[in-house]
């Protein structure tokens, strides 16, 4: 016994030494939020604030023909992939088409006003710069005291239930059997889950919400829908607080980028701690 389990505890160990530094980092940024954002962020630029001409009842469609879609398509898909695929390959192939899908009707229904989509979600090559680098790792940093925090609550209101919701990948990676699909579940978890999450939530209802209801109640709102779509209880509250920290990163920085980096590395630490303790 003593053999087996000295490397786990020495990897357990580890993992906790990082985690505490990532903590102590997140919690001096909060500390010193307000400063930072003061001087830091970014006025809205020419596009202003109306950057899709879909109403709130057109963008609210949008996201509902979005949800059934990938309800659809996930059930489909599930058993079309149910004999001799794999889980990780089924769960690329239906994300993949639910992120098409999603664009396809943002550009479509949302109608954006900017030159192009990218830009009129701040997510064209201009936007992806230093400053978005340094708010996509501040962001990430806040987010975890915060997000580690709120599932201490969340686990005192709901009881310690499963909250695999909070990344419903991160079962798939514990239970694969090759390094195929392993690679496969990282790639759509730490690469296409930001990249299409950020644009949908952020670069489109969030900006919708805003152009509405105001910031406040759009960052409190996305954040909502965000944590929803999860369909986790056990995970809504954490999946909240992170929709919000998302939001509000998105808006400071001006850049879909910086919003993208922070889920990403969200995504990618919880990939690097699930292999650390389980192999």
Same mark, same amino acid.
């Given at each position: ?39 830091? !962020?970014?006025?809205?630029?020419? *596009?202003?604030? #109306?950057?899709?001409?879909? /109403? &709130? =009842?057109?963008?609210?469609?949008? +996201? ?114 090759? !390094?195929?699909?392993?690679?496969? *579940?990282?790639? #759509?978890?730490?690469?296409? /889950? &930001? =990249?299409?999450?950020?644009?949908? +939530? ?78």
């Amino acid at each position: 016994i003593k053999r087996h389990m000295e490397p786990f505890v020495a990897r357990v160990g580890a993992l906790a030494f990082f985690v505490m530094l990532i903590f102590a980092g997140g919690m001096l940024l909060l500390l010193f939020r307000r400063r930072l954002a003061h001087r830091f !962020a970014m006025e809205d630029d020419t *596009i202003g604030r #109306n950057r899709f001409d879909a /109403a &709130p =009842l057109q963008t609210y469609m949008a +996201f509902l023909l979005w949800f059934v879609v990938s309800l659809a398509v996930g059930s489909l898909l599930s058993g079309v992939f149910s004999d001799g695929a794999s889980k990780a390959q089924a769960m690329l192939v239906t994300y993949l088409t639910v992120a098409a899908a999603g664009v396809y009707i943002v550009k479509t229904q949302g109608r954006p006003r900017g030159a192009s989509l990218l830009r009129t979600v701040d997510g064209d090559r201009h936007c992806l710069n230093k400053r978005a680098v340094l708010f996509g790792v501040g962001g990430y940093l806040i987010s975890v005291p915060v997000v580690l925090l709120l599932s201490v609550v969340s686990a005192s209101l709901l009881g310690g239930g499963d909250s695999s919701g909070i990344n419903p990948a991160i079962p798939i990676l514990v239970g694969s059997d090759t !390094a195929i699909d392993r690679i496969l *579940i990282i790639v #759509n978890v730490v690469l296409f /889950a &930001p =990249l299409f999450e950020e644009f949908f +939530f952020r670069g489109f209802l969030f900006r919708q919400f805003m152009r509405d209801l105001g910031r406040g109640h759009a960052v409190v709102l996305s954040g909502l829908v965000f944590a929803s779509v999860h369909l986790s209880i056990d995970s809504f509250i954490p999946l909240l607080g992170l929709g919000i920290i998302l939001a509000l990163v998105y808006h400071t920085s001006q850049s879909l980028w910086a919003s993208v980096i922070t889920h990403a590395l969200w995504n990618l630490a919880t990939v690097v701690s699930v292999l650390t303790l389980f192999g």
